[in-house]
């Protein structure tokens, strides 16, 4: 009375015994009956079963209902990829190991990304920019999974986490070729309340509001946008935290020094 402890989303080796009208029988071991739908031999159209599958092959199956009341588990034969890609992804998840993923279209919340044979969500607040832009849409980025359930066909990743691993390695090389008051070229890839970072060589450095201009700026969207290039200068540089601040404003003359014994103080202009 052996039956085969079969679960959601794992593989499984069997053996094609029979082919009926309505899908694929499998012999996977004891005494499970398994069975195939016809819509889930394969992605691509076919005209017969015999075209995909024939009496005597041996295969991989993946897993889509556990046993029912009559002792039968359900398969799957086109999702065969997509579990092998879960097992990858699984295994990226344990070693922390950065992953590829192309950037499908922007959804409420954050942006759908294609992984291996599967779809991933990357959350706004786990993207380099803050928000997804229509520059970022058929992009390859390297990103980190942070949360997967096959079962539940959940795939969360970040883009954020993958680039500070990056970042910290980069950090060390591009710092030691940067010095103050060295003016620089970068572009901005995230708007904060409390100021702008810019891509500097491959690392983000922090340009604060304060020192975007000499007016008033009540907030720094009103002064640059995500993706703009931008010319400003070293303002400081963290050896210990393999950080840069930046300064717009000072790539202009001060103009309080400027005007400095122009004016008096109760004269009237």
Known sequence: SFSYNAKVSELVKGTVVKIEKNGVLVDIGGKT???IP???LSNLPFECVEDVVNVGDEKEF???KEENEDGQVTLSLKK???????????DLKSSGKLVSAK????????????????????PSSQLRTGNAHDNIIGLEIEVKVLELDPQRNKL???????LAEERDRLAIEVISTLELEQI??????RIADFGVFIDINGIDGLLPISEMSWQRVRHPSDVLSVGQKVTVKILNIDNQQNRISLS???MEENPWVKIEGEFKEGQII
């Open 80 to 90: 065969v990829s997509q579990a092998r890609s879960w097992a990858q992804l699984e």
């Open 33 to 35: 009956e398994a069975v």
């Open 156 to 162: 969360i990743l970040s883009q954020r986490q993958a």
């Open 38 to 40: 016809l819509r889930e």
């Open 184 to 189: 620089v070229e970068g572009e901005v890839v």
């Open 248 to 250: 717009l404003k000072r």
């Open 103 to 122: 950037i499908l279209s922007s959804i409420k919340g954050g942006v759908l990304v294609k992984v291996f044979d599967l779809r991933g969500f990357i």
């Open 62 to 64: 993946y897993i889509i």
